[in-house]
């Protein structure tokens, strides 16, 4: 026969589990929303910004023997803007070019160096991550309450098992 604290937990553990499945559509639904967000924002970037070429005007700095991960760097460039007007401005370059390197830029639409556009990919890395982290967010809850009903049940057990064990000590005296 189950003590009632043991069929508490067995209902905490089902309301848990049913918690979690869940939060599996609504997990879904943060995911479509998220992309269907980032879809127009990809799509306007990807009208707005388009790919040109640099060239480098000065040296950018050598690779540290010390560093073991290499960032592009900034250096002076100049490059054709749409209106086809020579630009100069900085443009991002791996460690080490030399002068006269030709680098791929992106452009916006007055002819500033920008960030590449995003792409459908991003849109849709965005959505699975939050996705996934609204389910882990769930998980988690659900974990979390597991784990101090848990603790509530184990405090009020081992109160119980003190009362019986006394209860029987005081017992086994009168003989």
């Known amino acids: ?8 937990e067995a209902g905490l553990l089902v309301a848990a589990i049913v918690w979690c499945l869940m939060a599996v559509p609504v997990a879904v639904a943060v995911g479509s929303m998220v ?6 924002v990809v799509l306007g970037q990807m009208a707005e910004r388009h790919p040109a070429s640099a060239v480098t005007l000065a040296d950018s700095a050598p690779v540290s023997a010390g560093l073991a991960i290499t960032t592009s760097q900034q250096v002076p460039g100049r490059w054709r803007g749409p209106d086809g007007q ?6 991002p370059v ?8 030709v680098v791929p830029i992106w452009l ?9 556009p995003m792409t459908p990919v991003d849109a849709d890395a965005a959505a699975w991550g939050s996705g996934f982290l609204f389910f ?6 659900a974990a979390g309450g597991i ?5 509530l049940l184990d405090r009020r057990r081992a109160r119980q098992w003190d009362r019986e064990w006394e209860s029987f000590m005081s017992e086994e005296s009168r003989y």
Not at 86 to 91: C, F, H, I, M
Not at 94 to 101: E, F, K, M, V, Y
Not at 108 to 116: F, Y
């Open 136 to 141: 882990s967010g769930a998980f988690a809850a």
């Open 86 to 91: 020579d630009r100069t401005g900085n443009v």
């Open 147 to 151: 784990w101090f009903a848990r603790r």
């Open 1 to 8: 026969m189950a003590r009632r604290s043991d069929r508490v």
């Open 94 to 101: 791996d460690p080490g070019s030399a002068t006269g390197t």
């Open 108 to 116: 916006d639409r007055d002819g500033r160096v920008t960030a590449p």
């Open 35 to 40: 992309r269907a967000h980032e879809l127009p």
